[in-house]
């Protein structure tokens, strides 16, 4: 049998997947459950304000950017200094995300030299035109 508990509510001020299950933003749960007490900081109390659940999200993704900030592009993808000649020009045959890049789009165009097509070249057609 069940205790009740008298634990506040709380409720989640954005969606996030975990160990102790998948949680959309606005889902509530008791204060005393085990996914509150991991990860407190993702819940606020029942009641708040949209201008209140606004502030403690924006906390909450400042602390996750400062915690893991967004790295530097890598050097050479910033900048193209001119066009790739014909001979080394390779299109991304389908949509990528790379962890630390970014997205690659089908259809994109990227030197043979680059490092991202040397490491993941079965991702790279050749371009025919």
């Not at 085990?34 to 993702?42: G, T």
């Not at 970014?102 to 990227?110: H, K």
Request: proline share 10%; aromatic share 6%; net charge neutral.
């Amino acid at each position: 049998m069940a205790t009740a508990t008298t634990a506040p509510m709380r409720q989640a001020i954005t969606s996030y997947t975990d160990k102790y299950g998948t949680f959309r933003e606005g889902a509530q749960l008791h204060a005393d459950h085990p996914a509150v007490k991991a990860r407190p900081e993702a819940w606020a109390a029942v009641g708040l304000t949209d201008d209140e659940l606004g502030q403690a999200r924006l906390a909450l993704y400042r602390a996750r950017e400062a915690a893991n900030p967004t790295p530097d592009p890598a050097p050479g993808r910033v900048h193209i200094p001119g066009p790739i000649p014909p001979e080394r020009r390779r299109v991304v045959v389908a949509s990528i995300a790379l962890e630390g890049i970014g997205f690659l789009n089908a259809g994109d165009v990227m030197d043979a030299n680059d490092p991202i097509v040397k490491k993941f070249p079965k991702m790279f057609a050749k371009e025919t035109i």
